[in-house]
Structure formats: structure tokens, C-alpha cells
């Protein structure tokens, strides 16, 4: 059977668009973010009052910034039409793999859907990234268009963004590192039963499994064709992953239930209301002395540029990332003590990866 990847290959003609996606993403997350915050600093700065909303205001009068604004929206565009088109050939390929499968059945995992589930707001109506039809569309009840748009794009994010990892396409990019993290920090854990909470289209879920090859590996996730096609690729793979969907806010899994709680970009995906609820059902679910253990972006307010805010605050308002903000504002130790975990068990740390760091955050539940 082949590998993601190579059935992902570019063509010549879809190689030539994404490259040029990911160049004028290069260019407009470097050179031009970095003449914004020139301009910050010779012009802006002597007015700025403190208040985030009223630079912004200062900003949105220079020509100068607008047209970064037009070219991050444009280049998004872009990046969805170069994607779509890699997806629109791919997609019969794995409708095939999906329904061969679903005909012979799952041989070492599970998956778990519950067609009553009611998607929570403000997440359930929004097209994260601008992702066309966002993560919960299905055209029918087999489409997997919506994981197979997420993760080609997240692949061109990556690039552009200096954080690749260099990991081919439908492979682990940051389990690996969060679990050389986890066990320096935790050298004595050996988890029996892992949870992967908001685990998309599974491709971290397998890189933990892996990681702990004896323990029971469990995903959860609020999509539906996102878990079809992670419970396709580990079946592939011959990881065994129970896929379950549900809300991370509060999950049908009993008190005590994993040793480890992981989340890979999960929270600055969710908003205010639900972080401290996540948090509070993660304590629930940890045995005791068990380990949550979570890696998300560094964009954290009290660690970027006033320029830096501001750029972050247009992504959320115009650009598909609509609780980046509330994130960034979050004091997830704060969140974390509010949610019962002892204040010297939790850690909050920068991470470095590639031109940047990551932040990864949690604590361990007391013995
Ligand atoms: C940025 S994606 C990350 C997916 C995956 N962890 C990865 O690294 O590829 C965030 C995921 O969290 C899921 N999610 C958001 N809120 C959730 C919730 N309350 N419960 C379960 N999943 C949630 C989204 O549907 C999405 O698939």
C-alpha cells in the first residue's frame, strides 16, 4: 500500500503553485511583517497609548499595512486553491482505501461516532483558517476532503512559518519533540492508556502511540471525517488507535480512565469558555500521578511586540483564527490552577524549534 506522501506528490503544475504559495507566505510573514514593525518603531510608537485596539486603529491608516492585510488574504486564498487542487485528485484514491477498509473492517483500532453530537459554538460554525467548508463539512457521509484540505495545508503553514520539521506528509511533525520534552521532564512515565484530545486528522495520535508502544492509545476529536480519515491512516499504518468523537470539554470516558493527557495544537483553537472546561474534565480523566501535557503556539501577549499583537489581532479578525487572541491572553498556569492542578505541578515552557519557539504547557495530577 503506498505511503500518504507519495500518493500527496505534487505534479509538476500543482509543485509550481504551492511553491509560489509558500514563497509569498514567506514574504509576507518575513520581510513585510518585519517593515511593519519599522514603522511602528519610527512612526507609531510616540502615539501608542497601551491600549492594543488603539494601535491597531493607527496601524489600519497606513497604506503600508493594508496592503500586508491584502497580501496575507490573498496568499491564503491562494494556498486553498493550490491545496484543493492536490485534494480534488488524491480524494477517489482515498474514498477507495476508506471503503475497502470500512468492507473488511478495522483489524487493530476503533472508531467511535456519535452522529447526535452537538458541535459546540463559537467553534462548530466557524471555517478555522478559512478552510473552504471548514473541518466538520461532508459533502456525503465517506467524504474526508475536509482532513485531506487540513493537513496538506498545515504541511504549507509550516514551511512558511519556519517551523518545518521536515516530516513527509501523513507523518508525525511534533510528537516526536514534545515526547523528547515530556520524558525529560518525566523520565519514570509509562503511561498504560493515552488520550489525544482535539486529535484531527490523527497524524501527531500515531507519532504518541508509537512513542509508548504499550499503552492503549485513544483520540478525540469533534470531527467526524477528521477521525475517518485518522482511523483510515492508523489502520494503514498498523498503529491501534481508538478514535472516538466527542467534546474535550466533557467526554464520556470514566473518572481516572488515561495515565496521559496530550494535546497538540488544541487550545488556541478553542475559545475562553471551553479552555478552563477542558482543563477540568483533563483532571478528571487523569489517574493519579498521571501527566497532562499539551504544545501550542508562542504568541503569548507578554512575550511579543506591540508590532507583533497587532498582526496577531488581524489574523483573528480577518484571517480564520478566530481564538488566537483569547489564547494569547490566556495565563494557562492561571487556567490550570483554576481547574485544580497542584501550582507546583504545572509547567509552562518555550520550547526552540526551527526560527521559533513552541510553548508547551501542563502539569502532572497528584500521586
Ligand atoms: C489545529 S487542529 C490540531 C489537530 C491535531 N492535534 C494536529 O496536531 O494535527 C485542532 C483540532 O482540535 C479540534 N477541537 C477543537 N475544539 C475541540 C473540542 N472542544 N473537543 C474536541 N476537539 C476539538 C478541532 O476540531 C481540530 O481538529
Given amino acids: 500500500m503506498s505511503h500518504i506522501a507519495e500518493i500527496y506528490r505534487a505534479d509538476h503544475d500543482e509543485a509550481a503553485r504551492q511553491a509560489f504559495v509558500g514563497a509569498l507566505k514567506s514574504h509576507v510573514n518575513g520581510p513585510m511583517e518585519a517593515d511593519l514593525a519599522k514603522l511602528y518603531y519610527e512612526k507609531l510608537v510616540e502615539r501608542d497609548t497601551g491600549e492594543l485596539d488603539e494601535v491597531i486603529a493607527l496601524f489600519e491608516q497606513e497604506a503600508q499595512y493594508r496592503l500586508w492585510g491584502s497580501a496575507v488574504y490573498t496568499s491564503q486564498d491562494l494556498l486553498w486553491e493550490s491545496v484543493g487542487q492536490t485534494v480534488d485528485r488524491v480524494r477517489p484514491e482515498f474514498h477507495r482505501r476508506w471503503q475497502a477498509m470500512k468492507e473488511s473492517g478495522a483489524t487493530y483500532g476503533s472508531l467511535s461516532l456519535d452522529p447526535e453530537l452537538n458541535l459546540p459554538e463559537p467553534i462548530g460554525s466557524r471555517e478555522i483558517h478559512r478552510q473552504p467548508g471548514g473541518y466538520f463539512h461532508e459533502a456525503s457521509p465517506d467524504d474526508l476532503t475536509s482532513p485531506l484540505l487540513y493537513f496538506s495545508s ?3 503553514y509550516r514551511a512558511a512559518k519556519g517551523l518545518g520539521t521536515n516530516a513527509k506528509t501523513g507523518e508525525p511533525g511534533m510528537a516526536p519533540l514534545m515526547l523528547k520534552v515530556m520524558r525529560e521532564k518525566f523520565p519514570q512515565l509509562e503511561p498504560k492508556r493515552i488520550l489525544d484530545l482535539g486529535c484531527g486528522p490523527g497524524t501527531e495520535t500515531l507519532g504518541f ?15 467526524s471525517p477528521f477521525l475517518r480519515f485518522a482511523h483510515l491512516w492508523a489502520e494503514e499504518q498498523g498503529v491501534a488507535v481508538h478514535y472516538r468523537q466527542g467534546n474535550a470539554a466533557a467526554t464520556p470516558y470514566p473518572d481516572g480512565h488515561f495515565d496521559l493527557i496530550v494535546s497538540h495544537i488544541l487550545f488556541h483553537e478553542t475559545s475562553h469558555e471551553i479552555l478552563p472546561q477542558i482543563m477540568q474534565e ?4 487523569l489517574a493519579p500521578g498521571g501527566v497532562f501535557f499539551n504544545a501550542d503556539v508562542a504568541y503569548q501577549t507578554d512575550r511579543i511586540t506591540v508590532p507583533k499583537q497587532v498582526t496577531n489581532a488581524w489574523q483573528v479578525a480577518y484571517n480564520g483564527e478566530p481564538f488566537w487572541r ?17 501550582n507546583d505541578r504545572i509547567f509552562a515552557d518555550y520550547v526552540p524549534l526551527g526560527s521559533g519557539d513552541y510553548f508547551m504547557f501542563g502539569a502532572s495530577k497528584a500521586e
Avoid at 209 to 223: K, P, T, V, Y
Avoid at 326 to 342: K, L
Wanted: charged share 35%; net charge negative.
Fill in 326 to 342: 483569547g489564547f494569547a491572553e490566556t495565563d494557562v498556569r492561571e487556567a490550570m490552577r483554576a481547574a485544580g492542578f497542584d
Fill in 282 to 285: 483533563a483532571r478528571r480523566l
Fill in 154 to 156: 498545515v504541511e504549507l
Fill in 209 to 223: 502511540a508509537r512513542g509508548f508502544q504499550e499503552a492503549e492509545m485513544h483520540g478525540l476529536e469533534l470531527s
